[in-house]
């Protein structure tokens, strides 16, 4: 009798982010395989009697092939055994399980995927960031900064001329080159910036900033998500690190919420509601 592997996403650090699904499935499974930057505490959640592998990355380097993932998830499965292929964030977003699932599919091995609160939403709830505001952002796009190409910022254009939020996952520490790019692309050089590292977790820190200023911030320990868009002015004034950019886009949320104009936009000939 053939088992299943579920492609469950854990969150991005804070176990109480955890579905009751992933909880669930965690403490029936006869295998979970995850990834290095699962939070020790929801490994603690699986009990001992599981079969535990951690089939990520460490120090960036791979552990352990793509391809020797698949093999181990369709091996197990065709065991007979209940397999939890346990991701951070949601399974969906920048962790191959698009591969995995279709090696699953070749063997004809039965799967279910738990989605999990993805990183870019738990990091801007963290940070009181909306992602979207009907007065400042009606899109947000969610990117890698690693699988930029000099060619990157002409992808960005269109961003920079419309009310979009940019998510910038893997962004690596080269602000100064995502500063190019963001300029190039046309963002203004006041646009804000928010870096969040750990997003979630007691080592969380975030570090807000603007374009201009982006290849000043200081290198925050990965994993790191990087937002650039108006909204960032909404951040929480409490999480704002003290500096004097962070101090100028604090002033910027008292003014826009003193207003009458709720937010600076581009659209100046545009006059804004005051929040009610």
Not at 75 to 101: H, M, N, W, Y
Not at 178 to 198: D, K, M, N, V, Y
């Amino acid at each position: 009798m053939n088992g299943k592997v579920y492609l469950v996403g854990a969150g991005p650090g804070d176990p109480d982010l955890l579905t009751v699904k992933a909880l669930r499935l965690l403490r029936s499974a006869d295998v979970v395989l995850y990834d290095d930057l699962v939070a020790p505490e929801i490994l603690k959640l699986i009990p001992p009697s599981a079969d535990v592998r951690n089939v990520g990355k460490r120090s960036g380097s791979k552990a352990i092939r793509q391809e020797e993932i698949n093999f181990l998830m369709v091996t197990l499965a065709a065991s007979g055994l209940q397999v939890v292929r346990l991701k951070s964030g949601d399974p969906l977003i920048f962790s191959r399980a698009g591969e995995e699932i279709e090696a699953l599919r070749r063997a004809n091995i039965e799967y279910e995927i738990v989605p999990g609160v993805t990183s870019a939403l738990g990091a801007a709830a963290a940070a009181g960031i909306p992602l979207t505001h009907r007065r400042a952002a009606s899109t947000v796009v969610i990117t890698a900064g690693h699988r930029a190409d000099e060619d990157s910022a002409s992808d960005w254009k269109e961003l920079a001329t419309s009310n979009s939020t940019l998510v910038i996952y893997m962004p690596g520490s080269n602000y100064a080159e995502i500063s190019r790019r963001l300029t190039a692309a046309g963002f203004t050089p006041e646009t804000p910036c928010a870096i969040i590292s750990h997003a979630t977790t007691p080592q969380q820190q975030i570090h807000s900033t603007t374009v201009s200023q982006l290849a000043c911030s200081p290198k925050l320990p990965a994993p790191t998500l990087l937002f650039v868009g108006d909204v960032v002015r909404l951040s929480d004034r409490r999480s704002i690190e003290r500096t004097s950019v962070g101090a100028e886009i604090e002033q910027a949320w008292e003014t826009a919420l003193a207003g009458p104009s709720f937010l600076p936009t581009r659209k100046t000939n545009i006059q804004e509601e005051p929040l009610a």
